[in-house]
């Protein structure tokens, strides 16, 4: 099961808004001081520079729709964005090319295997299934309007630092990194190709892919692309419309089906909100109309999410009442 540690927990429902701002500060901080001791999880090395993280470093930080922010730790680190890209990314297509065209190509099942798994595209006959694993988020990508592989990429690069309200910069080493170890990936794209769900270069599309996963982020901006989710694609800090709130409705009901891949139902269970994980340690989650949380640790469970931003997204989930499952405070102890 996932490390969510919530026994004892006090347990706040509020179906309509966020405590108070010094509410939020509060709880943010326990969150981050009882995460931070937990020693569990292995930072990731499958991609080598990923190696390389500080196990200790840990930020939180909780962005309110109104533009609010509370920061605890290292929630201004920077690292690789990694498959969180894919939510992000799914929109930008969904905001492009329309609800049905990509839930045609991509689809929104869960595939209950791992997130590159090749067996679950020939079992379904080509079909990606959902764009939260590598076949859905490569044939996501391709989706992304752009006469070539490079207009495609800059309308990535835009719409993903639009959603991050500053623009966002490639970690050149993490995608020198994947590029040479990505061989995987590139078979799954000729796969695609091969079923009809691929019309472009499927070589140049991987590489667009693996760039959007080494962009640099920090708890701090993935905590503010979960508010505009949250807030029906307008970002908090800059007022700017990213996307529809109709794309940000399908991209949560996406989250919450397939966003920690086939863990999601044990997530859902747990946490009780949409959310998306990485393997560079960040996970954001999204409270609707209210909010998100945005968190960074590399230690990471066998699953590969990270183990304290599991524990203090749970915690703050409880706390702070976003549960979207619970209407009612009845028996809580808060």
């Known amino acids: 099961m ?7 927990v ?22 981050y001081e009882r995460a931070r001791p937990v020693a569990a999880g292995t930072v990731a090395d499958y991609i080598p520079v990923l190696a390389e993280a500080d196990p200790e470093s840990f930020g939180v930080c909780v962005a309110e729709v109104d533009g609010s922010l509370h920061s605890a ?8 964005i990694q498959s969180i890209s894919k939510a992000f990314v799914y929109a930008l297509a969904c905001d492009a090319v329309g609800h049905e065209r990509v839930g045609d190509i991509v689809g929104v099942n869960n595939t209950g295997l791992p997130f590159n ?6 079992l379904n006959a080509g079909h990606p299934m959902n ?3 590598n076949a859905g988020a490569i044939a996501t990508t391709a989706l992304v309007p752009g006469d070539t592989a490079e207009d495609t990429w800059s309308a990535v690069l835009a719409g993903l630092s639009g959603f991050a309200g500053r623009p966002l910069e490639l970690d050149e080493r993490v995608y020198a990194s994947e590029a040479a170890t990505n061989q995987r990936n590139q078979a799954i794209g000729r796969l695609l190709q091969s079923y009809g769900r691929l019309d472009r270069d499927p070589l140049e599309i991987v590489d667009v892919y693996t760039r959007q996963c080494s962009l640099l982020v920090s708890a701090h901006d993935l905590a503010v692309m979960g508010a505009t989710l949250a807030d029906g694609g307008v970002n908090p800090i800059t007022g700017q419309q990213v996307v529809s ?9 996406v989250l919450a089906a397939n966003g920690l891949y086939e863990r999601s139902g044990e997530w859902l269970f747990e946490i009780g909100l949409p959310g998306k994980s990485g393997v560079s340690g960040g996970i954001v989650t999204v409270a609707p109309g209210k909010g998100a949380i945005g968190t960074f640790s590399p230690p990471l469970d066998s699953a590969g999410n990270s183990v304290r931003g599991q524990r203090a997204t749970a915690y703050l989930s409880r706390t702070l009442g976003l549960n979207i499952f619970a209407s009612d405070d009845r028996g809580s102890n808060a």
């Open 131 to 133: 764009p939260m694993v």
């Open 2 to 8: 996932l490390e969510t540690d919530t026994e004892g």
């Open 245 to 253: 709130a109709d794309v940000c409705r399908d991209t949560l009901a």
């Open 73 to 80: 730790g290292d929630a201004q680190v920077l690292f690789s």
């Open 117 to 122: 798994s090749v067996i679950a595209i020939e």
């Open 10 to 31: 006090p347990q706040r429902v509020a179906t309509g808004r966020m405590p108070a701002w010094d509410e939020v500060e509060e709880w943010v901080a326990l969150a």
